[in-house]
Nanobody, 118 residues
Framework: QVQLVESGGGLVQPGGSLRLSCAAS????????MTWYRQAPGKERELVAV????????HYADAVKGRFTISRDNAKNSVYLQMNSLTTEDTAVYYC???????????WGQGTQVTVSS
């Protein structure tokens, strides 16, 4: 069955870094666009970063541009989010999503909590 399993979240101080991972299984990973979303308490889920199936293009939310980097390894069926210079505003549950362009196929992970606090 389809699975997306996020890991790497935790508690970090402001200015620190974390690297999130999302391991995929049960579908053809290398034809899916991968996206990281986040949802802070009391707020709507928002797009953080997206990367195309072949890593040819990526896009970032303005709030994270220059601080976060999305990457993927199709050989390992995994997508990553390197997060640097974290602030308290980055505190949220982070989710990975797999979406096949031109179809309704869309899969979600269970999320991983990132807390930025001193």
């Amino acid at each position: 069955q389809v699975q997306l399993v996020e890991s790497g979240g935790g508690l970090v101080q402001p200015g620190g870094s974390l690297r999130l991972s999302c391991a995929a299984s049960g579908f053809t990973f290398n034809i899916y666009t991968m996206t990281w979303y986040r949802q802070a308490p009391g707020k709507e889920r928002e797009l953080v970063a997206v990367i195309s199936s072949g890593s040819y293009s990526s896009h970032y939310a303005d709030a994270v541009k220059g601080r976060f980097t999305i990457s993927r390894d199709n050989a390992k069926n995994s997508v990553y989010l390197q997060m640097n210079s974290l602030t308290t505003e980055d505190t949220a549950v982070y989710y990975c999503n797999a979406r096949r362009i031109g179809t309704t196929d869309s899969y979600w992970g269970q999320g991983t909590q990132v807390t930025v606090s001193s």
